[in-house]
């Protein structure tokens, strides 16, 4: 499943917040999903205010797959 930007943007908030909503209640009720991002999301996420320190932004991207810049993902 590719996450997009809107979606990582309130997971980030709940996260940050601890006050669990609907991104982490969606998580948790898909517990097998393969979460997977695009480059083009990661660059978007770089550029918000609360993940622009690198080491956040790369702790937050860890756990999800990452589709660099290929045709494929195109």
Known sequence: MILDSTFLVDMEGEARNKKPGPAMDF???HPDAILCVTFTI???MAAGESLR???QWE????P???FGNRAEVS
């Open 59 to 62: 702790e937050f991207l860890s």
């Open 53 to 55: 320190d690198r080491r």
């Open 42 to 44: 990661a660059g978007e």
């Open 64 to 66: 999800f797959r990452f």
């Open 27 to 29: 998580l948790k009720s």
